[in-house]
């Protein structure tokens, strides 16, 4: 017999049903076709099921691609084609309300982290303006104390060297004797 009868003679058929890899019918109850969403709300498990269908991503890149003018009919041509094919519009329309939502979030999101940086900038500027004085008085304290050692070592006479220390003493004269000559 043929593959799809249900004689129950043919064995190589219920061999093919009882292979390992395929589910059995114990296996094909409500959690085999409609996976297990733990802890989600209905609202989750709605968007979920709309990100499958068409949203409303789909309805701008189609919209896009069609003419800007007489827009009344070509919103009434969309509206009746996507109904046509079971497509939702109120469920597209619910997407956007979303995506709006989503986007007005992390755009409020990016102005406090960009007001979070532009604080952090004026703090970095402060605090350059403050190390820039500190560095301009530190050097104007050090060029006038600078000025004050000049002066002071400038008035003040040199030590004169006593001549004995100025002149190098003569050489000895070769003797036979290795005592220093010393001065009568």
């Known amino acids: ?15 093919l049903l ?38 409303i991503e789909d309805a701008i890149s189609l919209m896009r691609k069609l003419p800007s003018d007489n827009m009344e009919v070509v919103v009434s041509v969309v509206k009746q084609t996507l109904e046509s094919t079971q497509i939702s519009v109120d469920d597209i329309i619910a997407d956007a309300n979303d995506k709006e939502e989503r986007l007005l979030n992390k755009n409020t999101q990016l102005e406090k982290e960009i007001q979070d940086l532009q604080q952090q900038i004026a703090t970095r500027n402060k605090q350059i303006t403050e ?16 000025l004050a050692n000049d002066l002071t070592e400038k008035s003040q006479p040199k030590p004169r060297k006593p001549l004995a ?20």
């Open 165 to 184: 220390e100025a002149k190098p003493a003569p050489e000895p004269e070769a003797s036979g004797t290795n005592a220093p000559h010393l001065p009568h």
């Open 18 to 55: 009882e292979s390992p890899g395929l589910p059995s019918s114990l296996d094909l109850n409500e959690d085999y076709f409609e996976p297990e969403l733990p802890n989600k709300t209905q609202a989750t498990v709605k968007s979920a099921r709309k990100a499958v269908s068409y949203g």
């Open 1 to 15: 017999m043929g593959l799809f009868s249900r004689n129950n003679d043919d064995d190589t058929s219920s061999e």
């Open 131 to 146: 190390l820039l004085e500190d560095h301009k008085e530190t050097v104007s304290v050090r060029e006038r104390l600078q």
